[in-house]
């Protein structure tokens, strides 16, 4: 029998990827038994919610979801329901491998998986304004919460990622000298746990903001970087930088009870229904799932493919300098399968 998935083809450029993708995946030979659900302005047209009860049914028993981008349409009031899941399966490890692939990024031997707590930190939405007299709002505090827990389980992943995909060190990355409290509790908790891998994955830590500079300077040294919610948010932005950019960047979110893979773009509709999409951090995201699923031979198959037809160039989408369409480049990858 098939393993079970849930698949949300998403909005914008969403569906078109999710087709190339799914091209990809069956020349590959994968057999995945999908439950097909809507979130996003889709099912908000189709069932006048974005985020269907029964959506996170599906995800809740198939325990992993492919899921294309969702538009988040500005000032309607509707939440991003790329939030809401991640709460709703408290998906606390975000994982964004980024590597150099092409010409055009600015470095050619990158290799980092940035992995970012997802839950806590600044990002929890614990935030006021105090009005003053003539002044509504005179004052402004956002509270950053850390739990011990919280810290244990990211850091307990990015160890466990390292060993599973052969890597040799984690960077705890922090800001301790001046967040004595919330990223003290992280560096100290990091320095822990990286105990129960001594002699297997080497650790080191860095203040957030030599980080960014570092990177910037000379990628190359970093191996995986653990870190809390908005720093994980900015480096990893910056990482996808360093590398050449959004069309080429997969992106997890892991919980104890759900893993849900996206590509780190969003639903493009400047590009969207043309058939130019670029479907590359999509399909690297599904080789996450495959990888999470048990099927890393697929997984391995399907990614030199994909990256052998990139490096090669002679079919490429237009964000990475080519004219193909997304149909084409899928068809292209598919061949290298045969
Ligand atoms: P975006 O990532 O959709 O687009 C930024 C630029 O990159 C655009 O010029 C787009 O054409 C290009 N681009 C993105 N993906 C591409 C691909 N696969 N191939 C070729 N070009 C690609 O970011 P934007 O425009 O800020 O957001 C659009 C919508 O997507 C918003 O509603 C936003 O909320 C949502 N979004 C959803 C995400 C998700 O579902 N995980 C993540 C980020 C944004
Ligand atoms: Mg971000």
């Given at each position: 029998m098939s393993p079970r998935a849930t698949l949300i083809r998403g909005d914008g450029i969403g569906p078109e990827i999710t087709a190339a993708a799914l091209a990809v995946l069956d020349a590959a030979g994968v057999r995945i038994d999908w439950d097909e659900q809507l979130a996003g302005v889709a099912a908000m047209e189709e069932t006048g919610t974005p985020l269907p009860d029964a959506t996170v049914e599906s995800i809740r028993q198939t325990q992993v979801a492919l899921k294309g981008p969702l538009t988040t349409p500005v000032g309607t009031g509707f939440r991003s329901v790329n939030v809401a899941l991640r709460k709703e399966f408290d998906l606390y490890a975000n994982v964004r491998p980024a590597k150099s692939l092409l010409p055009g990024g600015r470095y050619d031997h990158v290799d980092i998986v940035l992995v970012r707590e997802n839950t806590e930190g600044l990002y929890i939405g614990f935030e006021t304004t105090i009005p003053m007299p003539g002044e509504p709002k005179a004052v402004a505090a956002s509270v950053a919460i850390v739990t011990r827990r919280g810290c244990q389980r990211v850091v307990r992943y990015a160890f466990e990622y390292a060993v599973a995909h052969r890597r040799k060190k984690v960077t705890i990355c922090h800001?301790?000298?001046?967040?004595?409290a919330v990223s003290g509790l992280f560096l100290e908790v990091g320095r822990e746990v990286s105990r129960e891998y001594a002699g297997r994955v080497a650790v080191d830590d860095i203040i957030i903001d030599a980080c960014a500079m570092k990177l910037v300077l000379d990628p190359t040294p970093f191996d995986v970087i653990v870190t809390t919610n908005m720093f994980g948010d900015i480096l990893s932005d910056e990482i996808a930088g360093l590398v050449g950019?959004?069309?080429l960047a997969p992106g997890a979110n892991f919980g104890e009870r759900a893993a849900i893979f996206e590509a780190v773009h969003g639903s493009a509709p400047d590009i969207a229904?043309?058939?130019?999409?670029?479907p590359s951090a999509l399909l690297f995201a599904a080789c996450m799932m495959l990888e999470h699923m048990g099927e890393p031979d697929a997984a391995r198959r399907i990614r030199q493919a994909l990256e052998d037809t990139l490096r090669e160039g002679e079919v490429r989408t237009r964000d990475v300098g080519g004219n193909a369409s997304t149909q084409a480049f899928a068809d292209a990858v598919s061949r290298r399968l045969g």
């Open positions: 800001k301790a000298n001046i967040l004595k950019g959004l069309g229904g043309k058939g130019v999409a670029n």
